[in-house]
């Protein structure tokens, strides 16, 4: 089992840059396969970005490709969202998430362990 915490989010104007931090327990993270999500109000979840346990492989949504990038430093046992050129559109509650699944693209897998989330709110 693995327990997730994010943290970085905060109140930004369209343009600028924020990193998302999502730190766990356990000594097997590197294990893991981690998703980066956000659920905006009224809408539903949706995948932002996701990264293979190792950091070979990674994906994005169409609509973040070019202006996030996710990373991992499995020492730390972190998983990082650096979030640039930020949009309104972009606000919303940003959960990561972890995954042993081996069935599944980063995207369309299922998440097993969720953090609490860390809001993200971007003024025009």
């Known amino acids: 089992q693995v327990l997730l915490v994010e943290s970085g989010g905060g109140v930004v104007q369209a343009g600028a840059s924020l990193r998302l931090s999502c730190t766990a327990s356990g000594r097997t993270f590197s294990r893991y396969d981690v998703g980066w999500f956000r659920q905006a109000p009224g809408k539903e979840r949706e995948f932002v970005a996701g990264?293979?346990?190792?950091?070979?492989?990674?994906e994005y949504a169409d609509s973040v490709k070019g202006r996030f990038t996710i990373s991992r430093d499995n020492v730390k046992s972190t998983v990082y969202l650096q979030m640039n050129s930020l949009k309104p559109e972009d606000t919303a509650v940003y959960f990561c998430?972890?995954?042993?699944?081996?069935?599944?693209?980063?995207?369309?897998?299922?998440?097993?362990?969720w953090g609490q989330g860390t809001q993200v709110t971007v003024s025009s």
């Open positions: 998430a972890a995954s042993l699944r081996v069935i599944g693209t980063l995207s369309k897998k299922v998440y097993d362990y």
């Open positions: 990264i293979s346990y190792i950091g070979g492989s990674t």
